[in-house]
C-alpha cells in the first residue's frame, strides 16, 4: 500500500516536467458513504494531461471514470461523498483546495464538462441562445447582446447552420447530435483550457458520433484545448487519443500512449476487454469473456480488484494489492510485471506463468498450473 | 421445433416470410384528434429469414427496424402487408390461434431493466408466459411443473435455480439480460426477435451474452432476426444482413459479401464511421452530413439522397430525385436500393473520404454538419434534419 504523496507515474518517457501539465490528479480517493456502507469509487487514481492533448479514460461501467471527472470539476455533494485522499492541480493550483467562489470562476472558464446524455444537460424551458449566453455572462463580463453574439458564435464553431436561427430554438427541437452539438457550444463558449468530455457520443448513433468526433477533433486543433476523454468504447480511443489511462473497479490498472496499450496490452484486463470486441474475420468463433462479473464496490477483493476474474492469477493476486508504481516500473497494476512482496518472481517464471495462463485460456481449461492459494471473493 | 442446422436454409420454405410490410404510426393533431400525416416507420418491406439462420438488421435510431420487429411478431398492428412463420398468415390469426402462434414467437427486449417487472420475483416473471400459455398438454398452469421449467431455463441460460425466487434490482445488466432470454426461450420458441439485446451492456459482458445466444442458437434450432446499430456485433453474430434506412431496406446480402463489398452508398458511410479499436487503422471516414430526415416526410426518390456522397459525386443525377430506387438483385445473394449501385467502386469511396478532410475546417460554417460534400444546403434536408414537422 502506498500513501505518500508520489511523484507522478510518467508512462516510459522523459522524466516528469510538471510544468508540461494542465492537469495533474495524484492519488486521488473519492468514497461514498452511503446506508450499506462505504463505497470506494475512486481508489487511488493518478494521471496527467498535458496542455492540448487528448487523453482517454477507459472503462466500464462502474469503474469510477465518471466519478473521477466530477471530483476534477468538484460537482460531487459532500457528503455522502469524500475525497479521502489526493492532490488536483491544474496548472500548478491545487483544485481541491480553492473556496467554492474560486472554483466557480475555474468551472467553465478554464475547465469545461459536456456529458453523455444532451436532452437532460439541457434546461427544456429555456432557449439554447439563452442557455449558452448564460454560461458566458456568468464568466465574462459581457452584455446581454454580446453574450448573445458569442453564442452564435460558438455554435457557428460547431457547425450548426443558421446560428441566427438556431439560438432561438428550444432543445426539443433539435435532434440528439444537434444537442450534443449545441452542448460541446455551451463548453467552448468560453475557450477552456480543458475539457472533460464524458462519453460525449454514447448516445448517440455511428454516423453522428463520426460528426462529432470529427467536430471534436477539429475544434481541438483549432483552440489548442486538451481534451480527457471518457469512454468505454475502445474504438472511439483508437481514433481519438494520444494516452490511456484504464481503469477498473476505482482503479487505474494500466495507462502508456494509445499504441502501448491497444497493440500490447500489458495488464489482463485490458487484453481479455480487448479481445471480447468482436472484430473483423471472427465471424462464428467463441468471443473471448472475462470471466465473472465486477466486483461488489462494498466489497472488493483485498489485493488485486481483478484477482477472482483474472486467467493469470497466482499466489500474491488476492492478497496483495499490485499498485502502479511511482517512479519506474512498468505502468501497470499487474503483478505479473512487477515483484510481489514475499513473492518475488524471477523473470523465468513470470514467462512461464504468462505462457501457462495463455494456454489455458486457448484450450478453454481453467488454468491450474499455478493458481495454489486462490479463493473465489464473497459475493 | 426445427433443429435443422446452420446453412440449411437452401431447401424449402424459408421459416419467415415478410412481403411489402408496412407500418405508419398516425400524426394527430388537435382537439379533435384528426389526423394530419403519418410517421412511415416501416414502408414496404420484404425479406425472408431461413430455419436456423440469423439475419441482422442495422440502421441509426428513428430507421424502424424496432418497429419492423415488433409488427412482425404483433407486439404492434401492420398497416399493411404480409408475413407467414413456418407458411402460416401472423396477421390473419385470431383469438386462440394467435395466442397459439405467439409462443412460436418471441423477442428479447434491449433495456434489461425496463423489460423486467420490479414487484415480480424471476419465478413470475418467467412463468408469467407459462400461465398464459398453458394448455392440457404442457400443464404449465401447475406450480410444481412450472417451477421445474423456470428452474430449468435459469440453468440454460446460465443462472442458478434458486435466483427464481429474486427480485430484478438483485441481479446485474447481464444478469437481466439472461432472464430477459430464459422467458423468451420457456415458451419453445422457433423464431426470436432480438431487439438490440447487447446494446446496453458493458463490453466484457456483451461478450457472454453473445456467445449465450449462439450456443442458443444451435442448441434449440433456433432462428433470430438480430437487431442492432452495433455493426461488428451484427457482423460477428449474423449469416445474413439487411440495412434498414427511413423505413426501407436498402440492402440486403450475405454477412461477408455486405462488409466486404457493400453496395449501397449508405452501407459504405455506415462501415466507414465504425471506429476500430486498432490506431494503426485511423482511416479516413466517409462522415455523413446532416441528420436522418424526419420519417414522416422523407425526401422525394431515394430517401437517402439528402445525405448521399454518391449523389453529389455523380452530380445530382434526376432519377435519384424522381424515382425511388427499388432493391434490386446484383449476384451473390446481394440486393441494394440504388439506381448507381454500380458506380460503387474503392476509388469513387475514396474520393468520397479523401474530400472530408480536405473541407473540414474551413467551410463547415455554411454547412449543416461536419459532413463530406460541399454543397449547397438543400431546403429539404434543412426542413427534415431540424424543424420536423410536428403534431
Known sequence: MTTAAPPLPVPAGPAPDTADYLLEVRDLRTHFHVMDGTVKAVDGVSFAVKRGETIGIVGESGCGKSVTALTIMRLLDIPPAEIATGEILFEGRDVLALSDREMRALRGNDIAMIFQEPMTSLNPVFTVGNQIAEAVRLHLKVSRREAMDRAIESLRLVGINSPERR???????????????????????????????????????????????????????????????????????????????VMYGGRVVEQGTVDEVLLQPRHPYTEGLLASIPSKGMRGARLNVIKGTVPNPFNMPKGCNFAPRCPYRFEPCPEHDPRIEEGGGPPVACWLWKQAPGHSIPQELHDQQVAAARRAAASNTPATTAVPTYHEAPR | MSTQPRGGWTNGRPLVEVKNLVKYYPIQSGILRRKVGDVRAVDNVSFDIQHGEILGLVGESGCGKSTLGRTLIRLLPPTAGEAYLGGVDIFAQKGGALKRMRRKMQIIFQDPVASLNPRMPVSDIIGEGLVAQA?????????????????????????????????????SGGQRQRIGIARALALSPEFVVCDEPVSA??????????????????????????????????????????????????????????YADPRHPYTVALLSAVPEPDPRLRKKRIVLRGDVPSPANPPSGCRFRTRCWLFEQLGRPENCVEEEPPLRELGHGQAAACHWAEKINPQAIGRAANQDTTRTGADADDDDGAGVMPVATEPESINAEGAAPRA
Open chain 1, 167 to 245: 439560438v432561438k430554438q428550444y432543445p426539443h427541437e433539435m435532434s440528439g447530435g444537434m444537442r450534443q452539438r449545441v452542448m460541446i457550444a455551451m463548453a467552448l463558449s468560453c475557450e477552456p483550457k480543458l475539457l472533460i468530455a464524458d462519453e460525449p457520443t454514447t448516445a448517440l448513433d455511428v454516423t453522428i458520433q463520426a460528426q462529432i468526433l470529427e467536430l471534436i477533433r477539429r475544434i481541438q486543433a483549432e483552440t489548442g484545448t486538451a481534451l480527457m476523454l471518457i469512454t468505454h468504447d475502445l474504438g472511439v480511443v483508437a481514433e481519438m487519443v494520444h494516452d490511456v489511462v
Open chain 2, 135 to 171: 394448455d392440457k398438454t404442457n400443464h404449465w398452469d401447475k406450480g410444481d411443473v412450472r417451477e421445474k421449467r423456470v428452474g430449468e431455463y435459469l440453468e440454460i441460460v446460465g443462472l442458478r435455480r434458486d435466483y427464481a425466487r429474486r427480485y430484478p434490482h438483485e441481479f
Open chain 2, 201 to 258: 451492456l458493458d463490453v466484457s459482458i456483451q461478450s457472454q451474452i453473445l456467445n449465450l445466444l449462439i450456443d442458443l442458437r444451435e442448441e434449440f434450432g433456433l432462428t433470430y432476426l438480430f437487431i442492432a446499430h452495433n455493426l461488428s456485433v451484427v457482423q460477428y453474430l449474423s449469416d445474413r444482413v439487411a440495412v434498414m434506412y427511413l423505413g426501407k431496406v436498402v440492402e440486403l446480402a450475405p454477412v461477408e459479401q455486405l
